[in-house]
């Protein structure tokens, strides 16, 4: 069985791709969202938030690239102005298939793992985990899988 990490273990993991996951169940994600955030990682739930963006927009010409740039810039990108420079937060993301829409047109494994190089992310998964590193959404879906399999996606620690 693979290692799992501790929080603790997250934050000050020196790997090129700082990528982890959390699998939990379904009716789990709120708890478990309340309780990374009473330890001070911010969560944040991808699908509402790119949702609301993109209903806001006059244009979609340039769809793609506006979702990818609100979404590394105003979203991921903390803004919190009490962060010293150099310092790592802590990001965890969920209810992200929004990114895996067709129209969006971005290559979410890239973007994930681009991120993760320097800061320290947590996927959310609710879904079907494969041990080396394929999430699915379900059994008889497996083309809209994601693949972090080509760096060893790390599994976080259920007991937070």
């Not at 090129?16 to 699998?23: E, G, S, T, V």
């Amino acid at each position: 069985m693979a290692k799992q990490y501790s929080l603790g273990e997250i934050q000050s993991n020196t790997d090129r791709f700082k990528l982890f996951y959390l699998h939990c169940e379904h009716d789990l994600v709120i708890p478990t969202v309340d309780k990374l955030n009473s330890n001070g990682v911010r969560v944040i739930d991808i699908g509402k938030l790119l949702s609301l963006f993109i209903s806001s927009l006059n244009d979609f010409e340039y769809l793609d690239s506006d979702v990818q740039d609100y979404l590394v810039k105003k979203i991921l990108i903390p803004n919190d102005p009490t962060l010293v420079d150099g310092s790592s937060d802590l990001v965890a993301v969920y209810n992200i298939g929004i990114l895996m829409e067709p129209t969006l047109n971005l290559n979410v494994e890239h973007m994930l793992k681009e991120f993760s190089k320097s800061i320290p992310l947590i996927i959310i998964w609710e879904y079907i985990v494969i041990e080396d590193g394929l999430f699915y959404w379900s059994h008889d879906d497996k083309k809209s899988a994601l693949d972090f399999s080509d760096i060893q996606i790390k599994k976080l620690n259920y007991a937070l």
